[in-house]
């Protein structure tokens, strides 16, 4: 079935650091894949997202790009600030016609970044 | 803010009893998912309804049952509680057809603790 295999972390980072978050994904047909943030004491938020190959999803600073032959949809940042730290899931779904529009998560995995 | 809100907050039960968990949704939201997060797990896909009539469900067993209602609200009802209900239920509602399969609104949750 489909699956997200993503990064174990924890991950700790100084300010202004660079962020990479590796992110693998199984799944028939054509997935659209998602990265999701969960802030501390808050809901799941989209992140960014990729509906098709080779599309690059940004937002806030982070960007991944959707890429077919290796199957990742890797979550990238050039500088993190303090307020990035948080939970991060990457998710897909199936692409497969018919049927729910359901998520896919990976198990997530959590940034702190240090001042 | 999702504007997806969820009750309550955190319930403890008893094993072998039965729970009601609430979720309310923006108005023209007329699909509703819910998931449930283990601890240090990322989310899983238990079901989802459109329009008031389930349209998918993951490997979860016949006591996790839903309703979806007109007003954009819903409920997720488990019967028979085990000790490995014990996670966080997210609710996430979608305005099919307005956006994207995959962009769903969070809410932040019930934290349910089965002793």
């Known amino acids: 079935g489909d699956s997200v295999t993503q990064m174990e972390g924890p991950v700790t980072l100084s300010e202004e650091a660079f962020l990479t978050i590796n992110c693998t994904y199984t799944a028939t047909g054509y997935p659209s894949l998602f990265w999701y943030v969960q802030y501390p004491g808050e809901g799941l938020q989209l992140l960014l997202k990729a509906t098709k190959a080779d599309d690059k999803g940004s937002n806030k600073g982070f960007e991944a790009t959707y890429r077919k032959e290796t199957t990742s949809f890797h979550l990238e940042k050039g500088s993190v600030q303090v307020s990035d730290s948080a939970v991060y899931f990457c998710?897909?779904?199936?692409?497969?016609?018919?049927?729910?529009?359901?998520?896919?998560f990976g198990k997530g995995t959590k940034l702190t970044v240090n001042p | 803010e999702t504007g997806v809100t969820q009750s309550p907050t955190h319930l403890i039960k008893t094993r072998g009893q039965q729970v009601t968990l609430r979720c309310s949704s923006q108005?023209?939201?007329?699909?509703v998912s819910w998931y449930q997060q283990a601890l240090g797990q990322g989310p899983q896909f238990i079901f989802q309804y459109y329009r008031e009539e389930e349209n998918g469900r993951g490997n979860f067993p016949p006591r996790f049952s839903g309703l979806q209602f007109p007003n954009y609200s819903s409920e997720l009802n488990v019967n028979a509680l085990e000790l490995d209900d014990s996670a966080l239920y997210l609710c996430?509602?979608?305005?099919?057809?307005?956006?994207?399969?995959?962009?769903?609104?969070f809410g932040p949750g019930t934290r349910l603790t089965v002793t």
């Open positions: 996430a509602s979608t305005p099919t057809p307005d956006v994207p399969p995959g962009e769903q609104y």
């Open positions: 998710a897909l779904t199936p692409g497969t016609q018919g049927g729910s529009e359901k998520l896919v």
């Open positions: 108005s023209g939201h007329n699909t």
